[in-house]
């Protein structure tokens, strides 16, 4: 995780051509797009739609609805930390003020030096040790500011 | 050799798992498990013994050359040392049927799940025929662990008697409630239950094809439970009749809503239908469909083989069997207690959790996720029960419990509720579409101290509006957090703050 390849409408379709025969096969598609490229390119839009026999704007709907679907490139990592309840109820709340100000990056940002997209999370089912947060794939829990601080190196 | 036996479940990974097990297995053979669930514990190694397994915990990978020299190997090492892992209180005070081989068992071996009473509820099913087999579930009370409570033998029924070329088995696995993972456990540390479970329900309603819609939150479920189809296909398990395919989603709450759930199953935006139809009678693309909970469907296996009155046998009132509770938030002993309904909220915070962990009184505590209510110590006399919970307006949900000290401010979760709400709403009804938007202004406007006695009114029916104005239950039930904040911290409300930091 984290090394995305750049846009390249070819190997898009191969890997829309890969999926395209599944049942309700838009989701799988766009995760499989994202897990390559990092996001959602606008120009992957219309070609899902013609390997779907879909309008564009059906997959401009589904692209916009999900909120994991990104539509411009993270960093180099994405850390998805937690804001839910269970979060909250140990600091939750405070770690993610400190990390924002600390990384100069509000939801959803990436810092300067592209090392770091930091997104919000509503659970990651990591709630009897939290503040939970995971990044890339990597669980963490009982996470201080500082932790996730000397990530953005 | 013996063998050591290390959890593989997310949290240990996250603190450190996969190096414990790294440095043991220079010594030893070191088995990869699912949790038991006592995740202050964590990791929990168990290692092998002539008395049985002895488990050592939290252990840290720093502390693994010490504890191998004072001999863990034998079971001996006196440092984390906890004794045999059904002695704990914890898990000795819990009854086990959902869970009972999650922590135990290599959840890629199919050997050790036959051995451990795996497969045996499939088995039974196919003996007495698809009608019997929905009969006994439907006899066992089971009802839906998603929240609902809705019996699953009737929906089985329902699915049954129609007739139709296609019929699709989806299981919820989209578990979005804050507080709550015991999906995640079972398909990190039991993963066949689940195969097994939905096999069972094709095989009674007639069904070939089932979907598995999991969460993209949990990376380590779906690779797992991947892993675990592949190996029941090549056991021939599924792809005789019956196969399972795993959906991802992609970050949406409402998607754990059943039909929300069929729209993004079929590639759409995951937007609520309107019932009728039922999702038994037109569910995906149309056809009959069971939707379960991830915990319904790996219940079905132990009532099967151990039959409906040996499940029915736990519990209280209209509240059949155990019920695999969450313990979460700001509590000591924070995991997962499966046990009969019947217990209280008091016993599971204070006996079992320990209280909390900042070592501050306990002020609240949030049942059912964020749809669920808040509940002060007053009312830890409540029976955790469908029925009980409902009476007290609050609600169960998927079962967990998170705990707050006496630090919280209970306006800012009723804020943070409407946020949420806002956030997550689908957008297809207007009370909760516009409502949770109008909600969380009303409540900053309460908080600044603007017209407060006007603007609770305000927030009473507003309240009231969503409740029985919306389509599902994010909107209809969003009401719950906010008026059981409302009602038993009623002062939370009357204090003046300075305006809210822009967010």
């Known amino acids: 995780m984290g090394a995305y390849a750049p846009w390249d409408q070819e190997q898009a379709r191969t890997i829309i051509a890969e999926h395209a025969a599944l049942e309700g096969a838009t989701l799988p598609i766009l995760h499989a797009l994202q897990a390559v490229f990092g996001y959602i390119h606008e120009e992957a839009v219309p070609l899902v739609a013609v390997a779907l026999n879909l309008s564009r704007a059906e997959i401009h709907g589904v692209v916009s609805f999900y909120h994991e679907f990104r539509r411009s490139p993270p960093g180099r990592h994405v850390l998805r930390l937690c804001r839910a309840e269970a979060c909250q109820s140990v600091g939750g709340a405070a770690v993610a003020d400190a990390v924002r100000q600390a990384l100069g990056v509000d939801w959803h940002g990436t810092t300067e030096n592209g090392a770091l997209t930091l997104e919000p999370v509503f659970c990651l089912g990591l709630c009897a040790n939290g503040p939970a947060a995971l990044l890339d794939e990597t669980p963490m829990v009982r996470v201080t500011p500082q932790r996730i601080t000397d990530l953005a190196v | ?503």
């Open chain 2, 1 to 503: 050799m013996s063998r050591i036996f290390v959890p593989r479940d997310a949290v240990a990974l996250a603190l450190g798992a996969d190096k414990i097990a790294a440095l043991l297995s220079q010594f030893d053979t070191v088995i990869r498990t699912g949790s038991r669930g006592l995740f202050w514990l964590e990791p929990m190694i168990e290692v092998e013994t002539p008395e049985g397994r002895i488990a050592y915990g939290p252990v840290r990978p720093e502390d693994v050359p010490d504890l191998i020299s004072e001999g863990l190997l034998e079971g001996k090492a006196r440092r984390l040392r906890l004794g045999k892992p059904d002695d704990i209180p914890f898990l000795a005070r819990q009854q086990r049927l959902t869970f009972a081989r999650c922590g135990v068992v290599d959840p890629f071996s199919l050997q050790d799940y036959c051995a451990n009473g795996g497969m045996a509820g499939l088995e039974r099913a196919r003996q007495i025929g698809p009608e019997a087999t929905t009969r006994m579930v439907l006899d066992s009370g089971l009802r839906g662990r998603g929240g609902a409570g809705f019996p699953t033998g009737i929906k089985w029924q329902t699915v049954a008697a129609t007739t139709s070329d296609r019929k699709y088995i989806v299981c919820n696995a989209d578990e979005g409630d804050s507080g709550t993972y015991a999906d995640r456990m079972l398909m990190e540390g039991d993963p066949f239950c689940l195969i097994e479970g939905m096999a069972i329900a094709g095989f009674a309603v007639g069904a070939a094809h089932g979907y598995v819609y999991t969460r993209s939150e949990y990376p380590h479920a779906i690779s797992a439970f991947d892993a675990a189809l592949e190996i029941a296909r090549d056991a021939g398990i599924l792809g005789n009749g019956f196969d399972i395919e795993q959906r991802v989603g992609a970050g949406a709450y409402i998607c754990g809503e059943e039909t929300s759930m069929l729209e993004s199953l079929e590639g759409k935006r995951g937007q609520v239908r309107a019932k009728p139809p039922l999702p038994a009678h037109k569910g995906l693309f149309g056809y009959p469909t069971v939707i379960n909970n991830l915990l319904t469907l790996t219940t079905v296996p132990v009532i099967l083989r151990d039959g409906a009155e040996a499940y029915r046998d736990y519990g209280m009132g209209r509240s059949r069997g155990t019920m695999p509770i969450q313990l979460a938030g700001n509590l000591r002993h924070a995991g997962l207690f499966e046990t009969a309904f019947g217990i209280t909220l008091g016993e599971l915070v204070n006996d079992i959790g320990g209280g909390t962990l900042s070592g501050r009184p306990v002020r609240a505590v949030q049942v059912g996720g964020p749809l669920g209510a808040y509940f002060p110590p007053a009312l830890f006399d409540t029976q955790f029960d469908y029925e009980a919970f409902a009476q007290r307006d609050g609600l169960l949900g998927h079962g967990g419990v998170v705990v707050f000290d006496d630090t919280v401010d209970m306006a800012k979760q009723a804020r943070f509720a409407m946020e949420f709400c806002a956030a997550e709403s689908c957008g297809k009804c207007t009370p909760c579409r516009v409502g949770s938007v109008r909600g969380m202004e009303v409540v900053d406007k309460i908080l600044n101290g603007i017209n407060v006695d006007a603007n609770l009114a305000l927030l009473h029916d507003l309240c009231h509006t969503m409740k029985f104005g919306s389509l599902c239950a994010l909107g209809g039930f969003i009401p719950y957090p906010v008026m059981s904040a409302l009602t038993h911290f009623p002062e939370d409300f009357r204090t003046v703050r300075r305006p809210l930091a822009a967010e």
